[in-house]
């Protein structure tokens, strides 16, 4: 059994199957809607959430509390554990901070806190990339110096089919808003530095899902890639996007996943992405 122990954020998006026999943990991300507080995936879902802006409500997230990680972190550093915990972009969300308080309050050094520079699966790769290293008895340096190269290879993009729900979260101003309706632009979000940025812009929809399709088989020319598409309540076209890559491009793995609730509380319903990197870094 291994002695390192992963934890990340709800943020990450872990498809379930993927990681259901992995040393992981997850600390749930707050969506704050009605004058309630509610804990990803324990009392909201994505489908929770889907509903609500259904409903005309429009809610608004928060980073789990010091406590949250706390009541995770100490029961594996009591049963000798040592945790890794990597977790959403320190760029976007004070969730690496609230991580420090709680590791603060145990023993030094049983805990180790890796800013993934990332969120959805960029976040979630790495946990799981670290996760199935621990599996096979590697020591933490050397996961830690995986994770690093995961980070830096990894590209992210993500097509939005409206900016309204950027607009009220606050992520863009109202002129980018109000210029992406008007022109009906959409556009294509990218992570740079730990920093979500708008990457490109496009006047139609099948245009933005074309030019994502063109960045992954420009990557793959090189090496066959680890991908995973995400999506917010679009199964369907989820699954068609995965299907234009499977046949153009060369996926040593890949997984399909809805985003987060907390994420899906940004772009709204409709969201589809892609994360990728060379498969040659993930565990052999």
């Known amino acids: 059994m291994s002695q390192i122990h992963i934890v990340t954020d709800s943020a ?11 040393p992981i943990s997850i600390v749930p991300m707050y969506v704050q809607a009605d004058k309630q507080s509610l804990r990803e995936g324990v009392n909201i879902d994505s489908a ?14 928060s980073q ?3 406590g949250d990680f706390l009541e995770i972190f100490q029961p594996l550093v009591e049963q000798g554990k040592q945790v890794l915990a990597i977790l959403v972009t ?17 023993p ?5 806190i890796f800013d993934s520079a990332s969120t959805g699966m960029g976040t979630g790769w790495q946990a799981i990339a670290a996760a199935e290293a621990a599996l096979a008895g590697r020591p933490l340096p050397e996961i830690v110096s995986r994770l690093e190269a995961i980070r830096s290879h990894t590209q992210v993009r993500v097509a939005l089919p409206t900016l309204k729900y950027l607009q009220r979260s ?3 101003n109202l002129a980018q808003a109000l210029l992406g309706g008007l022109l009906n632009i959409k556009v294509i979000l990218s992570i740079e530095n730990g920093e979500v940025l708008p990457h490109d812009k496009v006047r139609s929809w099948q245009g933005a899902v074309t030019r994502m399709v063109d960045a992954v088989q420009a990557a793959a020319a090189a090496e066959p890639l680890a ?4 999506h917010t309540d679009a199964p369907q076209a989820a699954a068609d996007f995965y299907a234009k890559l499977h046949s153009r491009v060369e996926i040593a793995r890949g997984y399909i996943t809805e985003l987060s609730a907390a994420l899906g509380v940004h772009g709204g319903p409709g969201m589809l992405g892609v994360v990728y990197f060379p498969a040659r870094l993930l565990p052999s």
């Open 64 to 66: 789990p509390a010091p």
């Open 227 to 230: 991908v995973a598409v995400h």
């Open 12 to 22: 990450a998006s872990l498809p379930i199957a993927a990681i259901e026999h992995l």
């Open 108 to 112: 030094k050094g049983a805990v180790t």
């Open 90 to 106: 320190s760029k976007a969300s004070g969730t690496c901070d609230s991580a420090r308080i709680a590791a603060d309050m145990l």
């Open 170 to 172: 606050g992520r863009v």
């Open 48 to 61: 929770g959430l889907y509903d609500l802006f259904r409903r005309g409500i429009l809610p608004s997230t």
